[in-house]
């Protein structure tokens, strides 16, 4: 089970993440992201690593079998 | 003064006949040696810090990563007490400290640590450091200053400072149970958890079941605030007076608004508070006098926990400051601003598990609770009403005078 996970403490709000990945990533009022909730589906996987190594802060993870990694 | 006394009440974690290492060991023994894990795990006991997690289950999982790493734990007595309301960590290290450094050993050895700490407010460091002089324990105990700040007893926070760097959580991955002071497997337990402990390992085990309560209250307009120590599952209404209480804050400032009149039935355990959205949290009950205002007396509150909000997480940084604002402006016997409470309902909807620790979380539910209790009151302002009879503040918050 793979889903998106952020640490808060790490994320800044750069935002890149929910512009890269809208299906899976909005951003609050704040500029700070909202993960959809639960597994990510198979067909997202690939986009979502890529995202994540995308994220200028490095973030945003994903996050196997309830631990983050 | 005259005293409040309830049939329920004992003094009992806090009785004895001085905190001298030989009042000590007069009132309660030589410290027996036991099987602490198996011992905690029928005692059913769970951490009085805040949390209420099971002991044993944080015992096992420190063992078990010790193991896994082969690196011997630390431990680590957290007598913080970040939170304004409570006074019982305070009160137990200055009436019972031996009871404390007892559980601090009985853990030491169980899991086989090679440091130990006892942290606390650094007025009470002197007294402790006299009482340790007077004892032999295997595993020498470091004592630690921590800074008057709510989140310095979050056991991330507490486990930096002792490292030596900024009081500040982390996130929870890897929990401190597993990597925490020097990168070691370490168990963090509440003062009174271990005082507890103590107890159990001689064979009290009603000690167990009874928790400390910082009791606020005004009794015929004077402040009163003591530490007793109550059975759980006491009725509240056997633990406060309530006569002329409009509402109970449950927990402390982590906690929850209850109305008095159910507040007065509730029993003090888990499984009775939560159905009010309550919890024992930091052990605190305050009857809320009815000639003052909830709303205002929770705007001073939020206001200083937003303030407390360590800064790291987004969602914190930017809601909490903002939902105390609107609180403050709520507060008032005027009309506020229309959509203003459905800001402070949608801002309070975009924190919970948005952040670090659960300072957050917890604030949100504070507000959601008196925004609840206070409702009436809420209406009276928007008439330009107000039911406070006096501007002078009931709960406590650092550095507001």
């Known amino acids: ?69 | 003064m005259t005293a409040v006394t309830a049939p329920e009440l004992t003094r009992g974690l806090l009785d004895g006949p001085g905190p001298s290492f030989a009042q000590h060991c007069a009132a309660h023994g030589p410290l027996p040696v036991v099987d602490l894990h198996t011992l905690v795990e029928e005692a059913g006991l769970a951490g009085r810090g805040g949390a209420g997690f099971p002991t044993a289950a944080k015992l096992r999982s420190v063992a078990a990563a010790a193991a896994a790493t082969r690196k011997a734990p630390v431990v680590v007595a957290n007598g913080s007490e970040g939170e304004p309301a409570a006074a019982k960590d305070a009160t137990l290290l200055a009436l019972v400290p031996h009871l404390v450094l007892d559980g601090l050993a009985l853990v030491a050895a169980a899991l086989g640590a090679s440091a130990a700490y006892l942290a606390a407010d650094e007025a009470l460091l002197p007294g402790l450091a006299t009482h340790l002089a007077d004892r032999r324990d295997p595993v020498g105990v470091r004592l630690h200053p921590v800074a008057q700040v709510f989140l310095s007893g979050e056991e991330s926070a507490l486990c930096a400072a002792l490292d030596g760097r900024p009081p500040l959580p982390r996130t929870k991955f890897p929990p401190v149970r597993e990597r925490g002071v020097a990168g070691r497997p370490t168990l963090v337990l509440n003062v009174e958890t271990l005082a507890r402990l103590a107890l159990v390992a001689r064979g009290n085990d009603l000690a167990a079941a009874a928790l400390l309560v910082t009791r606020r209250m005004e009794i015929a307009g004077t402040p009163w605030v003591d530490v007793v120590d109550v059975p759980l599952g006491s009725r509240i209404g056997d633990v406060l007076r309530l006569d002329d209480a409009q509402a109970v804050l449950i927990g402390g400032y982590a906690g929850t608004w209850v109305e008095a009149s159910r507040a007065a039935g509730l029993r003090l355990d888990r499984s009775s508070l939560a159905p009010a959205g309550a919890s024992l949290g930091a052990g605190v009950l305050a009857a809320l006098p009815a000639d003052r205002c909830g709303l205002r007396e929770t705007a001073g509150v939020v206001g200083y926990l937003a303030a407390q909000s360590a800064g790291q997480c987004g969602p914190c940084l930017n809601g909490l400051p903002r939902i105390a604002a609107a609180l403050d402006v709520l507060a008032r016997p005027a009309p506020a601003p229309s959509g203003l409470l459905r800001d402070v309902e949608r801002w309070s909807g975009l924190l919970p598990g948005r952040g670090a620790c659960s300072h957050p979380d917890a604030t949100v539910r504070l507000v959601a609770s008196a925004l609840r209790v206070f409702s009436e009151e809420l209406a009276r302002h928007g008439a330009d009403r107000c039911s406070a009879h006096t501007g002078r503040p009931f709960l406590p918050v650092p550095g507001s005078g």
Do not use: N, Q
Request: charged share 25%; glycine share 10%.
């Open chain 1, 1 to 69: 089970m793979t889903r998106l996970a952020v640490d808060p403490i790490t994320c800044t709000g750069h935002g890149l993440c929910a512009e890269l990945f809208p299906e899976g990533i909005a951003l609050d009022e704040w500029g700070y992201p909202l993960l959809a909730a639960g597994e990510l589906p198979p067909d997202l996987l690939r986009t979502a690593r890529k995202v994540a190594a995308a994220c200028p802060t490095r973030a945003l993870r994903l996050r196997d079998d309830g631990r983050a990694g």
